[in-house]
Each structure stands twice: as structure tokens, then as C-alpha cells.
């Protein structure tokens, strides 16, 4: 039996991994999350079900999902007390996970990564119990998802800003600073992900997604909230900052394709970025939306919002060239799906 581990499995990427799992694998599927901030399965997964056994619930009638509620650092210590916790607790028989995806994290929009940065750093300790704990289990393969706030900011400045490239980022280099704690926790996971191959033989790709965006995700991001805003036909339209700051959309379905890819391919810790390779302002986000909406908006910049860094944007070609892969969906074919997502939010509402 094949059983997948996804921590984090209720938030944005993990639930749409655990969908594609669902849909193209016959496997069990291990789900950790504390819902701090992901959403009970019961609200994703199609004709949901669930039975209660011990202290997780066993979901959909062929029993594929296994959730537990709750830190990932717990299950972390009671599998380094005993390392077949998981096995006998839920009568699981499995030897290793194969895959293990490690979407738990404090993560949040702009207004959290500068609103409390001493609680995004907490993503330091989840990881390091994560790794630590890896190195002893070795599973089959192991996601790290980093980010593109890894990157040094001033690489991303409003006076010199470039497509940012896997080696804009070198361990053996000066390495550059980060965005806040979520970029040096991203950063310091990324190093220790090397060292979890190198040293004790894991199995482990990093991902550096830029501006992952989706139908079902979360509010407090910008590109569901400036779709909802024009489904609303807003006028005028409120933009964080001047809105020239621009980043790098990339639809989850494709940065779901791009992990899948990347772990058949990465096994030494190395990262690649996935985004789209274009910047797109947040001015030109707001058009693409009042066009679909059929409208035109005045702009109303609140300047007192934190925006971040000016310019952050991939350069693609090392993911192209190597692996010949490029997203599917594009910026325009994205927003509108979003969109229609903010029309039926709206009835809703
Ligand atoms: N979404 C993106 O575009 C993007 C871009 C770059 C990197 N990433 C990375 O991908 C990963 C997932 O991001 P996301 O967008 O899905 O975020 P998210 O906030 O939607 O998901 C994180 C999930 O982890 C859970 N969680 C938090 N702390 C936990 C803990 N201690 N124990 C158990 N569960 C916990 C939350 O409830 C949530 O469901 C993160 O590591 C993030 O840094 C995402």
C-alpha cells in the first residue's frame, strides 16, 4: 500500500494537491492540519463522508483520506518517540510514506508577513522538526516549498528590479536578504533541505512559487479580493499602494503540474521557481478584472497598506530549457476563472 503524507493538506496548494492525489492515484493520503487557517475537507472534497476513528476521521466511502486535526509538530514528536506511530495507531500497513508534502506553514498575505513577523518565524520551528524528522524516515520523495521570497529583495527594487533566477540564490555565494522571516525561514528551509539529501540520502525537491493564485483561495490574497471587488463593480477601485507594484500569477493547477514534474526530476534539495515569467503591476491586475466586468474603475491607491517588495518576477528559462516545462493557463484565462468564482461568491454572500 502506498500512503502520502500532506501536512498542511487543508489550506490553498495542500487541498489541490490532495484533490490531484485523489484523482490520480489509487493511494492513501495522510492530511495534517491544525485549521488555523485551512478549511475542513468537509468543504473541498466532492460527496464527503467521513467516519471518526480514534482522534482523526477516515474520509469518503473508499476510506482514502486520513485526517488528523492538529499541530504538525505533535505528530512530528509521537513519530520520533516511535517511528511507526502512524502505522500501528491507524492500522496502516505501509513501511515508509512515498510521498511527503510539506505545504504547513504560517503563510498568509502581505498583511501578515509585516503585520507579525515573530509569528511567521515560527514556520522556523515546523520545518526544522520537519527535516529533522525526515532525515530519520526517510520517505520515498519529499516536497519542500519554498518560496520566491527566498530571493534577495534587492533584486526587486523600484530602481532595479530583474527576472529572478534559481541562481540569483547560492549557498556557496553571499547570499542577499530576504523577504522578512517568511523569506529567511524559506531560505533557511532550502538550505536544510540540501543537507537532508547530502548528508542523510533523502529524497527532496524545493519549489520557489511566486504568486500562486486560484479559485478557492483564501480572501486575504490579492487576486480573489480585486476579483470579488470588480465582480462587485467597485468604483472607485481600492489598490494597496500605487499599485505599480507588480508580481509573478501562476494558476495553482499549473503549480500543481510543476511540483508533480520537478519531483520526478530534483532529488538533491535544489530549487526551481515556477511562475509564469511575466510581471503583471496590480494596476494592470485591476484592468484585466473591470474588463471582464465590463466597467472602468477610478484607482484609489490607499498608500498607508503595506506592499512589499516593488518587482518580483521569475525568470523561467532554466525550468523551460531543462525540463521543457511552461504553465498552461495563462494570466487573462486564470483571472476570468477566478472571476467567475467572485460572481458566485457574490450571490452567495
Ligand atoms: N500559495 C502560494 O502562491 C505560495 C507561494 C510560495 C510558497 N508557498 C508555500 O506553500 C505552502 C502552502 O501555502 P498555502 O498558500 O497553501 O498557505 P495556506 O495558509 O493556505 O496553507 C497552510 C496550511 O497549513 C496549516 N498550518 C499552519 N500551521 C500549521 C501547523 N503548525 N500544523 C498543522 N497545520 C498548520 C494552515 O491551517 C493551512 O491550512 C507554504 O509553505 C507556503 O510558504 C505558497
Known amino acids: 500500500m502506498k500512503v502520502h503524507l500532506v501536512s ?51 474520509i469518503g466511502s473508499d476510506e482514502r483520506i486520513y485526517f488528523w486535526k492538529g499541530d504538525f509538530r505533535n505528530i512530528l514528536f509521537y513519530m520520533r518517540q516511535n517511528p511507526t506511530y502512524i502505522q500501528s495507531e491507524y492500522n496502516l500497513k505501509f513501511e515508509r510514506f512515498s510521498n511527503v508534502f510539506h505545504f504547513a506553514a504560517i503563510v498568509g498575505g502581505r498583511a501578515k508577513i509585516e503585520g507579525d513577523p515573530m509569528m511567521v518565524a515560527l514556520d522556523l520551528s515546523i520545518d526544522a522538526e520537519f527535516f529533522y524528522w525526515i532525515c530519520q524516515h526517510k520517505p520515498e520523495r519529499v516536497l519542500y516549498p519554498s518560496s520566491s521570497a527566498a530571493y534577495p529583495i534587492d ?27 517568511y523569506g529567511w525561514s524559506k531560505l533557511t ?39 470579488l471587488r470588480a465582480a462587485r463593480k ?26 508533480m514534474m520537478a519531483m520526478d526530476n530534483i532529488h538533491d534539495g535544489s530549487a526551481i521557481n515556477i511562475g509564469s515569467g511575466k510581471l503583471t503591476s496590480f494596476l494592470e491586475l485591476i484592468e484585466i478584472f ?25 525568470n523561467m528559462d ?15 484565462e486564470g483571472m476570468r476563472r477566478v472571476y467567475e468564482k467572485a460572481l458566485e461568491r457574490l450571490k452567495n454572500e
Open 8 to 58: 498542511g493538506g487543508c489550506g490553498f496548494v495542500g487541498r489541490n494537491m490532495v484533490k490531484r492525489l485523489l484523482k490520480t492515484t489509487n493511494d492513501k493520503i495522510f492530511v495534517v492540519d491544525d485549521l488555523s487557517v485551512g478549511t475542513h475537507p468537509s468543504t473541498w472534497i466532492e460527496n464527503f463522508s467521513s467516519k471518526i476513528f480514534k482522534d482523526i476521521e477516515i
Open 155 to 181: 533584486l526587486q527594487s523600484t530602481d532595479y528590479a530583474i527576472a529572478l533566477s534559481e541562481g540569483d540564490i547560492d549557498f556557496k555565494k553571499n547570499l542577499g536578504t530576504p523577504d522578512m522571516t
Open 189 to 227: 528551509g532550502e538550505f536544510l533541505a540540501q543537507i537532508a539529501a547530502k548528508h542523510y540520502g533523502v529524497s527532496v525537491t524545493c519549489i520557489r512559487p511566486f504568486s500562486g493564485y486560484g479559485e478557492d483561495q483564501d480572501l486575504t490574497y490579492p487576486v480573489p479580493s480585486i476579483a
Open 234 to 259: 467597485d468604483n472607485p477601485f481600492e489598490v494597496w499602494g500605487s499599485g505599480k507594484q507588480g508580481r509573478d500569477f501562476v494558476h495553482i493547477d499549473d503549480v500543481i503540474d510543476c511540483i
Open 290 to 314: 473591470s474588463k471582464i466586468a465590463g466597467y472602468t474603475p477610478e484607482i484609489k491607491p490607499l498608500l498607508d497598506k503595506p506592499v512589499g517588495v516593488h518587482s518580483r518576477y521569475a
Open 318 to 332: 532554466y525550468v523551460n530549457n531543462k525540463y521543457g516545462w511552461k504553465p498552461k493557463i495563462s494570466v487573462e
